[in-house]
């Protein structure tokens, strides 16, 4: 990897170790809304119980706790960049009396392990974020096992996930922020067209499969959701740190406005959608 992409690294690094604590506040509801996407690569996965399954970007813990739970004949290896997610997985692994889960700190481009490890590789929202997605993929492939089976989930298009758009285009207006480069990690970096079938083709997978699955996150009131953002958006809090204390407020209550725009009958519900990727090696 090069000098650049290794910044990017250490950057989201340190970013993650950073926001960690905000992740376990919020773990319950986060786990919560992320289900859907768990259980729709769980599902792909086809797992059986002796099976050693490989969650890259575990963070604190989904999917890899639930695949330990369904297979305690098998073992889950937990791997993040950062350390402090970890002890939050680790934490829940113990709280809920799983033997077989073990927390790695690693890169998923500088994969320690040998060829042909892992019966299955599993990841939730991870790959947008990786500097380097094709080697994090030929990496990915060269650990899996013949015959094994990946998958992953992306976000789809920003138009689909107005639970993050609804305060990241009020900030891009008001703080008037410039556009990342095309391949910059990023939320949505993944979700055009095939992306990932073509990425995962170029890494030698074979049978892909991708599907969209969508639904809607209950957040209860709009200052719970501001408070959830200010908490694990490392983004939206980088964005905002810029801003002075008479811009913040208009922010807040643009997105406030926005919010409400949106629950017209006074609920507090905002939308989702993403890729599920499945692949075999």
Not at 2 to 13: C, G, P, S, V, Y
Not at 73 to 102: F, Q
């Amino acid at each position: 990897m090069d000098t650049a992409l290794e910044q990017i690294r250490e950057q989201q690094k340190q970013s993650w170790n950073k926001f960690s604590s905000g992740w376990k506040k919020w773990d319950a509801f986060t786990m919560d809304f992320l289900r859907p996407m768990g259980e729709a690569i769980i599902h792909s996965l086809q797992l059986k119980d002796k099976d050693l399954v490989l969650d890259i970007a575990t963070g604190t813990g989904e999917p890899g706790l639930t695949i330990a739970r369904l297979i305690p004949g098998g073992k889950v290896v937990g791997t993040d960049l950062s350390k402090d997610m970890l002890i939050i997985a680790l934490a829940n692994a113990e709280a809920k009396g799983l033997k077989n889960y073990e927390p790695l700190v690693t890169d998923v481009c500088e994969s320690p392990f040998p060829a042909n490890t892992f019966d299955a590789i599993s990841c939730r929202m991870g790959f947008m974020f990786f500097p380097d997605m094709l080697l994090a993929a030929r990496q990915m492939y060269r650990v899996l096992k013949p015959k094994g089976r990946l998958a992953v989930a992306v976000w789809a298009g920003p138009q689909q996930n107005n639970w993050v758009t609804t305060i990241l285009s009020v900030i891009q207006k008001q703080l008037v922020l410039p556009p990342p480069a095309p391949d910059a990690p990023g939320m949505f970096r993944c979700a055009g067209p095939e992306v990932m079938s073509e990425l995962f083709k170029k890494a030698g997978f074979k049978n892909i499969v991708e599907k969209q699955i969508s639904g809607t996150v209950d957040y209860q009131s709009f200052e719970r959701y501001w408070e959830m953002m200010m908490d694990v958006g490392a983004p939206i809090v980088a964005a905002m740190s810029g801003a002075d204390d008479a811009t913040k407020a208009a922010i807040k209550a643009e997105v406030s406005k926005e919010f409400e725009s949106k629950n017209i009958k006074g609920e507090a519900k905002l939308e989702y959608a993403a890729i599920i990727i499945a692949a075999e090696k």
